[in-house]
């Protein structure tokens, strides 16, 4: 749902493939021939090209929120794009912002719910069923057990991410709302 760009090296846009799973910002992306770029799927753990910055869907927005006060994901408001693109903020040119060489970011698109402080600097894959990041192994500089290269680094545990909103969850603001009850973690991008 959500991706926090917190220092970068390369975004990119790409044509988006129209045949594509379901976009949001966050997930990793793959290549898909002349197609475009698509949402990794089952083959694609060795051909990430990077984290989405855009989000394509067509049934509900994926930008993040801030809540009423509460951390319960059915209370969180979140912001929406433009009601004549359907939600799809890439329905106007068609190309979709790819964030790769690199960079820091914080976001809600993992599986692992136990991606805790004794997980800092291990590394993160490419996990196909859902196109978003998952833990990967303890050693970075390796491939995992099923030959998965990494796509990124954890270097901040899952947790509630400050939206800059005035309130009381952290550290003086509102948590960030998003998937993964509202959980953020922060890595480093290796591809």
């Known amino acids: 749902m959500a991706l926090v760009e917190k220092y970068h090296v390369i975004a990119a846009v790409y044509d988006v493939d129209p045949n594509s799973a379901e976009i949001k910002e966050g997930m ?42 509460y951390i319960s994901g059915d ?55 859902t196109g978003t990041l998952k833990y990967g192994g303890a050693d970075p500089g390796t491939l995992s057990a099923a030959g998965t290269p990494p796509v990124a680094m954890l270097t901040k545990a899952a947790g509630m991410y400050p939206s800059g909103v005035p309130g009381v969850d952290l550290n003086g603001d509102r948590a960030l709302g998003g998937d993964n009850s509202n959980q953020y973690i922060e890595f480093k991008l290796m591809v």
Do not use: C, H
Not at 32 to 61: E, H, I, P, Q
């Open 28 to 69: 990793l992306v793959a290549l898909n021939g002349a197609n475009g770029v698509r949402r990794v799927t089952t083959g694609d753990d060795n051909k990430v090209l990077g984290v989405s910055g855009d989000t394509f869907s067509t049934s509900a927005s994926a930008m993040p929120g801030v809540g009423t006060g």
């Open 75 to 129: 209370n969180t408001v979140s912001f929406q794009n433009r009601v004549s693109d359907y939600f799809d903020e890439t329905k106007a040119s068609g190309k979709v912002t790819v964030y790769f060489g690199g960079g820091e970011f914080a976001t809600d698109q993992f599986v692992d719910a136990n991606v805790d402080a004794t997980k800092i600097g291990s590394y993160l894959i490419a996990d196909e069923a």
